[in-house]
């Protein structure tokens, strides 16, 4: 008779060790969906941020492609789609992002992209009448800037 009490007292969990148990698991699972709330957070904003970097290289790699110069005798256009020289870039502002054309891109009308286009003496051997600095700068939608810089030489 003492060997059947012995093994009905070896099964199961006491209350102490079950409210233990539940409290250890608890404890765990808390600090796993903590680390993943950040992780998720942080996550949206690097793809923002991306996003407001792409925006600058696109920016910054249409100016790129023109000339420094403006062909002789052709006016000063209004419209972004017709610029061609660096210079006609200098003061721009989207607020939203905008194709080569002008036209607003869905889904980007929380950014705003200035550019600023100076003359430049940080070319080794190139004048300053000849070098440009570019510097496009985008705002995301945090509030964040990027600012992308580019050099364009007229030689």
């Known amino acids: 008779?003492?060997?059947?009490?012995?093994?009905?007292?070896?099964?199961?969990?006491?209350?102490?060790?079950?409210?233990?148990?539940?409290?250890?698991?608890?404890?765990?699972?808390?600090?796993?969906?903590?680390?993943l709330a950040t992780i998720t957070s942080r996550g949206a904003n690097t793809m923002v941020r991306q996003q407001a970097v792409a925006i600058a290289e696109a920016y910054l790699e249409e100016i790129l492609l023109q000339p420094v110069a403006a062909p002789v005798g052709v006016p000063t256009p209004t419209l972004r789609a017709n610029f061609n020289d660096v210079d006609e870039y200098n003061g721009l502002l989207d607020v939203g992002a905008c194709d080569q054309f002008g036209n607003p891109l869905s889904g980007l009308s929380g950014y705003t992209v200035s550019v600023a286009v100076v003359q430049t003496s940080a070319l080794s051997g190139i004048a300053p009448a000849n070098a440009r600095r570019i510097d496009v700068s985008v705002t995301d939608p945090t509030g964040v800037l990027v600012t992308l810089s580019g050099y364009r030489a007229n030689f």
């Open 1 to 35: 008779m003492p060997r059947h009490i012995g093994a009905r007292a070896a099964r199961g969990l006491t209350l102490i060790e079950l409210v233990v148990a539940i409290t250890i698991v608890a404890i765990a699972a808390t600090a796993v969906l903590g680390a």
